[in-house]
């Protein structure tokens, strides 16, 4: 399975980006797409992810409320929509693709990622 991320940028704190994740090649018919994030200096985390068999999605606490994720299913792709970004979003972010059924939520869970992309949230 090959991703392709897009829709990094730079961006002025509490402005909106959406970051498409569109999956290629071999795919499940149930899978699970995860947004991770790296800033400089941490660790990989986990931002949200979505389980295309139910629909269900996961957020981790600093985006909760902020941060939509969806897919659309027949296409393979899934976006996150980014609003009321802070400096601290700052980061390469990663799709990530699961394939299997249900929620994974370790990256250790995902077999295949995409190349990244930068956002940039400035002050």
């Known amino acids: 399975v090959q991703l392709q991320a897009s829709g990094g940028g730079l961006v002025q704190a509490g402005g909106s980006l959406r970051l498409s994740c569109a999956a290629s090649g071999f795919t499940f018919h149930d899978f699970a797409i995860g947004w991770f994030r790296q800033a400089p200096g941490k660790e990989r985390e986990g931002v949200s992810f979505?389980?295309?068999?139910?629909?269900?999605?996961y957020y981790a606490d600093s985006v909760k409320g902020r941060f939509t994720i969806s897919s659309d299913n027949a296409k393979n792709t899934a976006v996150l929509q980014m609003n009321s970004l802070k400096p601290e979003d700052t980061a390469v972010y990663y799709c990530a693709y699961r394939r299997a059924n249900g929620m994974g939520y370790s990256e250790y869970e995902y077999d295949d990622w995409g190349q990244g992309t930068l956002v940039t949230v400035s002050s």
């Open positions: 979505i389980s295309s068999s139910d629909g269900i999605t």
